[in-house]
């Protein structure tokens, strides 16, 4: 047997580096598989940058609207808080007004006593109407406050205490009133008694109105403590006046009539330093939560 010529063995070591048809499909085959592969990867990367974008765009989308949605709810609390203080300061304005009236009335009411001027205390008796009126639009408007507004806390209990306080100061301004109907009476009256500690009590009752009313106003504890002490003074000048009446009265029975009149006036404004101190205790309760009888 001939040995292979050179040409023969150059044909074989190119069909072995070759190989087979098949170990060359099969090659072909991955090829192909790896170029697939690899453009799914580059495909499935492109998905994903696409997706964090789009995640990315709608996270600051939402965070836009998250802080259009706090801006809109800061304003409307805003509103709501600003119109409740207008409202809650109409209600200090009318308890203000009422406490001016009250002072006033409570004076022309001694003037009246004083002077026994039949048409001054006439004039403070009819005048008691504009406190009552007041009175109703502070409660009214306190209703429609805590129904619209919806207030709660210490905004609440604050209105609450203000109603409280219109009537105390409604009562009040009616004691005035009595004092100023025991003076119309009064008039003509040729023999009298002497009554000069009537004169500090009312002027000592009207200053504990506008100090217990601008106490409250404020919420001002230590202010309200000071009026409610201030009321034993007015206790003490009440039992003067009464032990220095009723003797006059026991020497002349001409003065027992007179001398009743001015004991009446005299209790009256001993009850208004009482409702003085009830509005002092309303202050503390505002101040401090506790209840406390500031008058024992």
Known sequence: MSAPDSEDLA?????????????????????????????????????????????????????????????????????????????????????LRMGSLVEEQILAAHDALLNRDAALAQKVITSDGRINEVQRGVTALVAMTIATQAPVASDLRFLIALDRVTWELERIGDHAGSVAKQARKLAGVVSMVTYDELTPMATLAARQVRDVVMAL????????????????????????????????????????DPGTRILFAAHYLERIGDRVTNIAEDVVFLATGEVEDLNP
């Open 11 to 95: 044909m074989k070591s190119l069909e072995d580096a070759a190989g087979s048809p098949t170990d060359r499909a099969e090659r072909a085959d991955r090829a192909d598989d790896l170029a697939d592969d690899r453009a799914a990867d580059r495909a499935d990367r492109a998905d994903d940058r696409a997706a964090d974008r789009a995640d990315r765009a709608d996270d600051r989308a939402a965070d836009r609207a998250d802080r259009a949605d706090d801006g809109s709810a800061n304003r409307r609390a805003t509103h709501i808080r600003e119109s409740l203080d207008i409202e809650m300061g109409d209600v200090k304005d009318g308890v």
């Open 217 to 256: 106003v404020d919420v001002d504890e230590a202010r309200a403590r000071l009026v409610a002490e201030r009321d034993d003074e007015i206790d003490r000048l009440y039992h003067q006046v009464f032990d220095d009446v009723l003797a006059e009265m026991r020497t002349d029975p001409a003065k027992v």
